[in-house]
């Protein structure tokens, strides 16, 4: 079955630790989203990427970094400049960012806390 | 700027009742893309409908259905004879129009969500 995989589930981060979420699709999608999310915070955008070997900046980049090597995988890291990293973060897939009526078909999540 | 509200932060029914989930928008594109999507205990966000702004049709799926009017910035949903397993957090989404490469064309711009639970 075609799908997202996000792995892995559950994180755990030291402090000044670097962590990176994998997410891998094979829907042979062209863009790729990274989300956070916090009670009641609804979903904010990290990192986007509409093409191989491009990304771009959400609205809350900050203490984070990806990379689009592949057209299947967007893998997120988590700075240590990130001060409050603990959340749920979600990866997202679409057919193309180049339409914006595609929906955006999401992985199960990784869950970051802080030790 | 493109922004969504959900002023519902949490709804409780009890199982059959009828429930309604708001959601303004505000964008000033004139083509625009809305969606709803349900996000169940697990986790994942699953995606339920897409509507654009040239249609103003109300769509009926099953239990589901959605009200759009333009006039009032709205998209709201409605869950018909609720039952147990709708019980999720329920996200409202905005997308811009097409555009130049390098915007930020395709992004979604989320609610806050609204957490339904639906009693036995």
């Known amino acids: 079955d075609g799908g997202i995989t996000q792995s892995p589930k559950y994180l755990f981060r030291k402090e000044g630790q670097n962590v990176t979420l994998s997410c891998e699709q094979n829907?042979?999608?062209?863009?790729m989203y990274w989300y956070r999310q916090d009670p009641g915070q609804g979903l904010r955008l990290i990192y986007y990427?509409?093409?191989?070997?491009?990304?771009q900046k959400g609205d809350i980049a900050e203490g984070y970094s990806v990379s689009r090597e592949k057209k299947e995988s967007f893998p997120l890291t988590v700075t240590s400049a990130q001060k409050n990293p603990t959340a749920f973060y979600l990866c997202?897939?679409?057919?193309?960012?180049?339409?914006?009526?595609?929906?955006?078909?999401f992985g199960d999540g990784t869950r970051l806390s802080i030790l | 700027a493109q922004k969504v509200t959900q002023a519902q932060t949490e709804i409780s029914v009890v199982e059959k009742e009828d429930v309604t989930l708001d959601c303004v928008y505000e964008?000033?594109?004139?083509?625009?893309?809305l969606f709803w999507y349900k996000q169940p205990p697990s986790g994942e966000l699953v995606f339920l409908i897409r509507?654009?702004?040239?249609?103003?049709q109300n769509e009926i799926s099953g239990r589901y259905s959605w009200n759009f009017q333009k006039s009032t910035s709205s998209f709201n949903f409605t869950i018909t004879a609720s039952q147990v397993v709708d019980s999720a957090v329920y996200f409202c989404a905005l997308s811009e129009a097409q555009g130049k490469r390098g915007s930020t064309l395709g992004r979604l711009y989320f609610g806050r969500g609204t957490q339904l639970t639906v009693w036995p």
């Open positions: 990427s509409q093409i191989v070997n491009d990304f």
């Open positions: 829907l042979n999608h062209d863009a």
């Open positions: 964008t000033r594109d004139t083509t625009y893309y």
């Open positions: 997202a897939s679409s057919l193309t960012g180049a339409y914006s009526n595609q929906p955006q078909h």
């Open positions: 509507r654009n702004s040239f249609d103003e």
